[in-house]
């Protein structure tokens, strides 16, 4: 029987080696042009046929990071730190960084942040950011960045604007969606429509329309939920005009959006049909405490309680979708309840606070049964996962087919400039 099956499986992939091929002949020796009317056969066909054998298919590697939480992005930023380190030393190779080992980036508020920063393309055609540069970024800018930091007086709110503006524009200069190196996902709200809005490296690629300098998707997705007016951004060509604020209002939580994303786009994740096809870590950054006035209903601590809630929820209803996959393709990292420590505003304590949230117990949710604390702690979580994501980058190696076929943009006339980090 299971010398049957290998058969099987032998099959067809020599079938479909045979149809690569034959297109390949034809398009390379021929000059046969396939148009995009035409890109959906490859997708249907070959692709589809391939699904069944396990051998050759992999996974599709999700980052998914939450808006500010109760420190500021700061948990969110130390986990990625501790994964990035967790990646080298596995891999062996100090070079290694975060979008090595993904193919989505999604986040919100500062989570699309730390997206933009550790997806952008670099000078040197590298991500522009290690973990670690893309925390200090947050520590250095947080109360520019972050609304609940300071006073929250109209006049005070306005001047935070502008200058959290001013250093994107410095940190990210003329780079735009269609800079990153892999897809990424960066949410806001536009108020013009009432509705969210996904800043897409996917859909930049198809037009100029839908291509948002890096800068405005950053000061769009950070921008102040409170504000009497949202940021107002265009598109590269202007044609399109979104007033935006805080991408925390409607998805402080961007996992189930981008494991949506992945799974209907067939163009670049032909393979990827179902959550088994996914391996996705969801990054929170810690619950608010009643002690540190939480519970005032001011807009700030409103927009907080909701987005933490609404987090919450997408993390059950994503547990749900994996179902026992959960614990082998989904891992949830979150403090574990409220910490009333977390009250103190400065960096310092923010980031030893982050530090403490690692080493907590990691909490799962389980199918109609709420939370369970687990043996393993978030650090050691991310640590396994680190093993996972390695597994599947090497697997690739000896794929016939790439799990993952990135869209690829036209010459630009001219070359995006990116500035150096900068916390002024």
């Given at each position: 029987m299971e010398a049957t099956s290998i058969m099987e499986q032998n099959f067809e992939v020599d079938k479909l080696t045979n149809e690569i091929f034959s297109l390949l002949e034809n398009k390379?020796?021929?000059?046969?042009?396939?148009?995009?009317?035409?890109?959906?056969?490859?997708?249907?066909?070959?692709?589809?046929?391939?699904?069944?054998?396990?051998?050759?298919?992999?996974?599709?590697?999700?980052?998914?990071?939450?808006?500010?939480?109760?420190?500021?992005?700061?948990?969110?930023?130390?986990?990625?730190?501790?994964?990035?380190?967790?990646?080298?030393?596995k891999y062996n190779n100090p070079n290694a960084r975060i979008a090595d080992f993904f193919d989505v980036g999604a986040g919100s508020g500062i989570g699309g942040i730390l997206a933009a920063l550790l997806f952008t393309k670099g000078k040197d055609g590298r991500p522009m950011c290690k973990a670690n540069e893309a925390m200090q970024f947050l520590v250095k800018n947080r109360r520019r960045l972050n609304s609940s930091s300071g006073s929250n007086g109209i006049f005070s709110r306005i001047i935070r604007s502008s200058k959290a503006e001013k250093v994107f524009r410095k940190t990210f200069g003329e780079c735009t969606l269609k800079d990153t190196l892999k897809p990424v996902l960066v949410s806001c709200y536009d108020l013009a429509t009432r509705a969210p809005i996904l800043f897409s490296r996917a859909d930049a690629m198809e037009t100029d329309s839908y291509d948002f300098k890096m800068s405005d998707v950053c000061a769009a997705t950070s921008a102040d939920s409170t504000a009497v007016r949202g940021f107002?951004?265009?598109?590269?060509?202007?044609?399109?005009?979104?007033?935006?604020?805080?991408?925390?209002?409607?998805?402080?939580?961007?996992?189930?959006?981008?494991?949506?994303?992945?799974?209907?786009?067939?163009?670049?994740?032909?393979?990827?049909?179902?959550?088994?096809?996914?391996?996705?870590?969801?990054?929170?950054?810690?619950?608010?405490?009643?002690?540190?006035?939480?519970?005032?209903?001011?807009?700030?601590?409103?927009?907080?309680?909701?987005?933490?809630?609404?987090?919450?929820?997408?993390?059950?209803?994503?547990?749900?979708?994996?179902?026992?996959?959960?614990?082998?393709?989904?891992?949830?990292?979150?403090?574990?309840?409220?910490?009333?420590?977390?009250?103190?505003?400065?960096?310092?304590?923010?980031?030893?606070?982050?530090?403490?949230?690692?080493?907590?117990?990691?909490?799962?949710?389980?199918?109609?049964?709420?939370?369970?604390?687990?043996?393993?702690?978030?650090?050691?979580?991310?640590?396994?996962?680190?093993?996972?994501?390695?597994?599947?980058?090497?697997?690739?190696?000896?794929?016939?087919?790439?799990?993952?076929?990135?869209?690829?943009s036209s010459p630009r006339t001219s070359s995006a400039t990116v500035s150096t980090i900068s916390s002024h």
């Open positions: 390379f020796l021929f000059g046969y042009q396939d148009s995009l009317e035409n890109s959906h056969i490859l997708n249907s066909t070959l692709f589809t046929d391939l699904k069944p054998n396990k051998n050759v298919s992999g996974k599709v590697r999700i980052l998914s990071i939450d808006g500010g939480g109760s420190t500021d992005g700061i948990l969110a930023a130390k986990s990625l730190v501790y994964l990035e380190t967790s990646l080298c030393c107002e951004v265009r598109s590269v060509d202007k044609k399109m005009r979104i007033v935006a604020v805080d991408g925390c209002v409607a998805m402080n939580n961007p996992t189930a959006a981008a494991i949506t994303h992945v799974l209907n786009n067939k163009q670049e994740f032909p393979f990827c049909n179902s959550v088994e096809d996914l391996l996705v870590v969801s990054l929170g950054n810690g619950v608010a405490s009643p002690a540190c006035g939480a519970m005032t209903l001011s807009p700030v601590n409103l927009v907080r309680i909701g987005g933490e809630g609404a987090s919450d929820m997408v993390d059950e209803a994503v547990s749900m979708a994996f179902g026992d996959l959960r614990t082998s393709n989904y891992v949830r990292i979150q403090s574990n309840g409220p910490n009333a420590s977390a009250c103190s505003r400065k960096n310092s304590n923010l980031s030893a606070i982050a530090e403490a949230m690692l080493a907590q117990k990691n909490v799962e949710s389980v199918l109609f049964r709420g939370k369970k604390v687990v043996e393993k702690t978030n650090s050691d979580k991310l640590d396994w996962f680190a093993g996972e994501l390695i597994k599947e980058h090497e697997r690739r190696k000896f794929s016939i087919l790439p799990v993952v076929v990135f869209k690829q």
